[in-house]
């Protein structure tokens, strides 16, 4: 299993997360809000990992 595929991949699948936090924080938006989406990123990007991982054990391969 590459691990590094597997971050790149699940950050691809929470990009639009991604794009929401660094508008958040180029604006200068609230920085609490700005930690919220953080936090989602983070949140969203473990999930991707724990679903690409199940989808490797069962089929050897990632499914993206």
Known sequence: MDIVRLHHLA????????????SCQESAQDPNLCQQYHRELLEC????????????????????
Do not use: Y
């Not at 950050?11 to 660094?22: F, W």
């Not at 990007?45 to 993206?64: H, P």
């Open 11 to 22: 950050e691809q699948r929470c990009k639009p997360l991604g794009c929401r936090m660094k």
């Open 45 to 64: 990007i473990s999930k991707e990992k724990a679903r690409l991982i199940d989808n490797w054990n069962r089929t050897g391969k990632f499914s993206s």
